[in-house]
């Protein structure tokens, strides 16, 4: 049976024909009919690129990170890690189930059974979800999603993600852009390496980049900034030039002592 059939619209007149039902005829001429040459139409450049403004929450962070450049030398180095596939969204899962307080037991045994995990793993996930701006505690073991956090979930944006990602962790904004043309994953994490992340926690931030759609991959162990890409990392409060090359000269020197 046709879904037509079933809301009336034609009818079965035999021989392997239908015709329009009387709701049938009313429907072509009062409903608004779209051709294919519209549906085929390519949007602009601009429409295609459109990027909505973050929550009042997300662009403070920014907002603050724009007007004191010396706080980039405070967005971390932790280490990252997310239940797979579909990091990101898993994420949010994690955030929304912490919109109000939450005790650290039930938030363990939330996240151990939603993804099937060991306590441990959600152990290591902890200090991520705080020191990236998703979870705060708020009272012995107590925890809850952050209002920047909560803002994300709101809006449902995964660019809204890599903003608090981005005011909170350093080499995520700063990393698209040198993606700008096609590079090797091994040159990006010596870039990364610059400002004190190291290769593991680079492909982290590489794999949300790739998630959010502001990285591709072109070829196998290549990658290189969309366009939306391109056009949302320039909208960021990038870490000051100065800062990475005095965080390269830090690394070496840490590298030397050891």
């Given at each position: 049976?046709?879904?037509?059939?079933?809301?009336?619209?034609?009818?079965?007149?035999?021989?392997?024909?239908?015709?329009?039902?009387?709701?049938?005829?009313?429907?072509?001429?009062?409903?608004?009919?779209?051709?294919?040459?519209?549906?085929?139409?390519?949007?602009?450049?601009?429409?295609?690129?459109?990027?909505?403004?973050?929550?009042?929450?997300?662009?403070?962070?920014?907002?603050?990170?724009?007007?004191?450049?010396?706080?980039?030398?405070?967005?971390?180095?932790?280490?990252?890690?997310s239940p797979s596939p579909n990091r990101i969204e898993n994420l949010r899962?994690?955030?929304?189930?912490?919109?109000?307080?939450?005790?650290?037991?039930?938030?363990?045994?939330?996240?151990?059974?939603?993804?099937?995990?060991?306590?441990?793993?959600?152990?290591?996930?902890?200090?991520?979800?705080?020191?990236?701006?998703?979870?705060?505690?708020?009272?012995?073991?107590?925890?809850?999603?952050?209002?920047?956090?909560?803002?994300?979930?709101?809006?449902?944006?995964?660019?809204?993600?890599?903003?608090?990602?981005?005011?909170?962790?350093?080499?995520?904004?700063?990393?698209?852009?040198?993606?700008?043309?096609?590079?090797?994953?091994?040159?990006?994490?010596?870039?990364?390496?610059?400002?004190?992340?190291?290769?593991?926690?680079?492909?982290?931030?590489?794999?949300?980049?790739?998630?959010?759609?502001?990285?591709?991959?072109?070829?196998?162990?290549?990658?290189?900034?969309?366009?939306?890409?391109?056009?949302?990392?320039?909208?960021?409060?990038?870490?000051?030039?100065?800062?990475?090359?005095?965080?390269?000269?830090?690394?070496?020197?840490?590298?030397?002592?050891?």
């Amino acid at each position: 049976m046709d879904w037509l059939e079933v809301l009336e619209l034609i009818e079965y007149v035999g021989n392997r024909k239908w015709a329009l039902t009387e709701e049938g005829k009313s429907a072509i001429s009062e409903w608004l009919i779209i051709s294919a040459d519209v549906v085929e139409m390519k949007l602009t450049e601009d429409e295609e690129l459109s990027i909505l403004p973050p929550p009042m929450e997300i662009a403070e962070l920014l907002s603050v990170l724009e007007n004191n450049p010396t706080l980039h030398k405070k967005r971390n180095t932790y280490n990252i890690w997310s239940p797979s596939p579909n990091r990101i969204e898993n994420l949010r899962t994690i955030v929304q189930y912490a919109s109000e307080r939450v005790s650290r037991v039930e938030l363990f045994e939330f996240i151990e059974s939603e993804f099937n995990l060991k306590a441990s793993s959600v152990e290591s996930m902890m200090p991520f979800l705080k020191a990236d701006g998703l979870m705060e505690e708020v009272g012995r073991n107590i925890y809850i999603a952050t209002t920047a956090a909560k803002a994300w979930c709101d809006s449902g944006s995964d660019l809204d993600f890599i903003r608090i990602l981005h005011c909170h962790k350093r080499f995520v904004g700063e990393m698209i852009l040198i993606a700008e043309k096609v590079i090797t994953r091994n040159e990006i994490y010596a870039e990364a390496s610059k400002y004190g992340i190291n290769t593991e926690k680079a492909r982290w931030i590489m794999g949300f980049l790739l998630e959010a759609g502001l990285l591709k991959e072109t070829q196998y162990l290549h990658v290189k900034a969309t366009q939306l890409g391109i056009r949302f990392a320039n909208g960021l409060p990038l870490m000051p030039k100065e800062y990475a090359a005095q965080n390269e000269i830090d690394c070496v020197k840490q590298q030397t002592m050891k």
